[in-house]
């Protein structure tokens, strides 16, 4: 079964002091990786898909990057904007149109 | 294009009531989700449509669960009768081609006492 976990559940960081998220999964045969960001109240924000291990994706302070059984979301320089929820889903190739999601790590960035 | 549109945005009901929620997605979308948040589960998938067309329904939790999608601008996810275990976030999302860059709706927090 497809399987996503999350860690840590909950970080606190100063303003500007960088850290990494982390997303293992298990997956009979990745087609994706997905990174999202949730507000309080608001429904999933889609931020990057990767597709093989090795690959990389940035956006502004963040970074995205996948082996083949892990991803790091890495956040460099937070500023308290970035806090937020961020979730981690994989799309396996028995369902074409189904993301498992992790629980998520609840990001707080503190002034 | 207002987003992916989801009503009411919280929902109180006794036990044993029917619920109702509804979606109107963006435009020109082709797909639509329905998802359910809980603290315990995360997100998980109920249904997805793809040009109003029933497609997995495999996540629906029973019976006592029901969607539609009569044109394609609108949606309904009902519960009847509806349970303490239902109280979740509902998300309703679509998309154009592909679940992973969907973009879902502000939800409806349900609460079943």
């Known amino acids: 079964e497809d399987q996503v976990t999350q860690s840590p559940e909950a970080l606190r960081l100063q303003e500007g002091e960088s850290s990494s998220l982390n997303c293992s999964y298990t997956v009979s045969g990745l087609r994706g990786l997905f990174w999202y960001r949730q507000d309080p109240g608001k429904g999933p924000e889609f931020l990057f898909t990767?597709?093989?291990a090795g690959e990389e994706k940035e956006k502004e302070r963040l970074k995205a990057t996948l082996t083949k059984k892990e991803s790091f979301l890495h956040i460099t320089a937070p500023k308290p904007e970035d806090s937020a929820t961020y979730l981690c889903a994989v799309q396996g190739e028995l369902g074409a149109n189904n993301l498992f999601f992790g629980t998520g790590t609840r990001l707080t960035v503190i002034p | 294009d207002a987003g992916v549109i989801q009503s009411p945005r919280h929902e109180v009901t006794e036990m044993g009531q029917e619920v109702t929620l509804r979606c109107k997605p963006i435009?020109?979308?082709?797909?639509l989700f329905w998802y359910r948040q809980t603290m315990m589960r995360g997100l998980e998938l109920l249904i997805y449509f793809n040009n109003n067309v029933p497609i997995d329904d495999s996540g629906m939790p029973e019976d006592r669960f029901s969607a539609k999608m009569p044109n394609a601008s609108f949606s309904t996810l009902k519960i009847q009768p509806s349970e303490p275990r239902d109280s979740a976030v509902y998300f309703c999302a679509s998309s154009t081609w592909t679940v992973a860059e969907a973009f879902f709706g502000q939800g409806t927090r349900l609460t079943v006492v």
């Open positions: 990767l597709y093989s």
């Open positions: 435009s020109g979308h082709d797909y």
